[in-house]
C-alpha cells in the first residue's frame, strides 16, 4: 500500500501548488476594479470602463466586461452573460480542487487497507510460529500500522489546502455576484439620469 500512498503524495503536491501559483496570477481587489469601472461609467466613458477590466487579471473583471459588452440591451440579457461568464471563470478556479478532495478522502483509506492487510499477514504468522516469538509478530504489526500512520499524514495536509482554496473560490464567487448585482444598479442610475444616458 506504501506505493499507492506515494502517488497521492505527489499528486496531493501538485495540485497544491498548480492551484497555488495559479490563484497567486490573480491581481487586483474588487472593490479597485469596481469602483475604478464606476468613475469610468459615471463620467460617461463606456470604453475607459471595459479598459479598466482588461488591465485587472482577476474574475471580477472578466465577468463586468462581459456586461459593460452589452450596454444598451436588456437587463435580463445582460444578467444572463455575465451569469455565464461568472459560471466558467467559477469552473477554472475550481479546476483540480477534487483532485485534492478525493486524494484526502482515500489517502487514509489505502493506510487502512495496508494496517488491514498486514495485521492479516502478522497473525498468519503467528499462527505459524506461535507465542514463542512474540516479537516477530510485534515487529509486524508495527510495520502494518506504518501505512494508516502514513495516509493520515498525507490527508491532512491535503484537506487543509482543500479547504483554504475551496473558501477562495466561494470568495471570489461572492465577489463576482455582488460585483454584478452592483454594476446592473449602475447601469440603472445612469439610464435614470438623462445628462449621463446622453454622455453614454
Request: glycine letters at 8%; a negative charge; hydrophobic letters at 45%.
Amino acid at each position: 500500500m506504501m506505493y499507492p500512498l506515494l502517488i497521492c503524495s505527489l499528486v496531493g503536491l501538485f495540485y497544491i501548488f498548480e492551484r497555488a501559483i495559479a490563484y497567486s496570477r490573480i491581481k487586483g481587489d474588487t472593490g479597485d476594479i469596481f469602483a475604478g469601472i464606476r468613475d469610468s461609467l459615471l463620467g460617461g466613458d463606456l470604453r475607459e470602463s471595459v479598459d479598466v477590466c482588461e488591465s485587472y487579471d482577476h474574475p471580477v473583471a472578466v465577468t463586468l466586461k462581459s456586461g459593460l459588452l452589452r450596454y444598451g440591451k436588456s437587463k435580463d440579457e445582460i444578467e444572463k452573460a455575465m451569469e455565464s461568464v461568472a459560471l466558467h471563470e467559477v469552473s477554472k478556479l475550481e479546476k483540480g480542487l477534487w483532485v485534492l478532495l478525493t486524494v484526502a478522502n482515500i489517502a487514509p483509506l489505502f493506510g487502512f487497507l495496508g494496517t488491514v492487510t498486514g495485521m492479516i499477514s502478522s497473525f498468519s504468522a503467528l499462527s505459524e510460529v506461535g507465542l514463542g516469538n512474540p516479537q516477530a509478530v510485534a515487529a509486524g504489526i508495527s510495520q502494518a500500522l506504518i501505512t494508516t500512520a502514513t495516509g493520515l499524514i498525507i490527508a491532512l495536509p491535503v484537506q487543509a489546502a482543500y479547504n483554504y482554496y475551496n473558501n477562495r473560490v466561494n470568495n471570489f464567487s461572492l465577489d463576482m455576484e455582488t460585483s454584478t448585482s452592483m454594476l446592473l444598479e449602475t447601469f440603472s442610475e445612469i439610464e435614470a439620469s438623462p445628462a449621463m444616458s446622453a454622455a453614454q
